[in-house]
């Protein structure tokens, strides 16, 4: 769908079992494009959790946030539950890799879209082993043997979202996490920072950190790197979390439109980085 990143599937209909053949295809697909997308699969929350199985173990919806009723794996993205929050704010929407402040971030998300815009509500992915090999290899040697912070926190772009804030952190979790990550499957590298959840370089001074974090935090959103996806109801985004980030749609709200989305994501492992050295919990651990 783009030159480094994204891939449409065909010709497979994901309520149906599938065999061994087909599911290594679309792990293939997911490894090569690193995010691959179907349409009109009209799942029901089950049959997305068990496709899910199909690629590894199904975690719980979310480590703090509250998760769809009979359903604890599935993780809900309403608008509607912003309406009666009683605060006027906007969670600020900023390129990040999924719940990468625990010790085992998803290995995948696969998100399913239910009541879609009929135009706004895109989501943007990026390549982030595009990203780390378009570094010059001095910059390249130098992040290689740097770790960051992860921590769960919400940025907010206007208002008082306190309320919201407070039930997403209301489980601290802190992670140092290898800057550069090397992908379990692939032996690729890839860029493993993100500006919703890193805040701060463990080697580096504030300000030296702030730096290159920013540095990188532009290289890794050029648009080059990235694909765009117009979600449709019944569409679904199957991404690997190990090599790619991710950047939530702002540009339909003041529409007066809905957007509601499913979300599950698969337990993943331990990041390593090039250094050998894998990640390191100070508070909350590991989630499954």
Do not use: C
């Amino acid at each position: 769908m783009s030159g480094h990143i994204g891939a449409e599937i065909f010709g497979v209909d994901l309520r149906a079992p599938l065999e061994p053949a087909v599911v290594a295809e679309i792990r293939a697909a997911l490894l090569k494009w690193k995010v691959v997308f179907f349409r009109d699969q009209p799942l029901t929350p089950a049959q997305q959790i068990a496709f899910g199985r199909l690629f590894g173990e199904v975690t719980p919806g979310h480590p703090t946030l509250p998760t769809l009723e009979g359903h604890p794996e599935v993780f809900p993205l309403d608008s509607r539950a912003y309406q009666g929050l009683g605060d006027s704010f906007r969670v600020k929407s900023l390129w990040h890799t999924d719940v990468t402040f625990v010790l085992n971030p998803p290995m995948g998300s696969i998100l399913r879209g239910l009541i879609v815009p009929p135009y706004g509500g895109d989501t943007q992915w990026t390549n982030l082993v595009t990203a780390y090999e378009t570094l010059s290899p001095e910059v390249r040697t130098f992040i290689d043997g740097l770790h960051a912070v992860h921590v769960n926190q919400l940025h907010l772009e206007y208002g008082d979202g306190n309320k919201l804030a407070a039930q997403f952190a209301s489980t601290p979790y802190e992670t140092v996490h290898p800057v550069v990550r090397v992908h379990p499957e692939t032996g690729e590298r890839a860029l493993f920072v993100n500006p919703n959840f890193t805040k701060r370089i463990v080697e580096l001074s504030n300000t030296e950190g702030k730096a290159i974090l920013n540095l990188l935090y532009e290289h890794l959103a050029t648009p080059a790197f990235t694909v765009r996806f117009r979600w449709q109801p019944d569409s679904i985004a199957f991404w690997d979390n190990r090599a790619t980030a991710h950047l939530v749609p702002t540009d339909y709200g003041h529409l007066g439109y809905d957007r509601v989305m499913h979300r599950i994501t698969l337990a993943g492992d331990v990041p390593v980085g090039p250094d050998g050295k894998p990640s390191e919990a100070l508070e909350g651990g590991s989630f499954s």
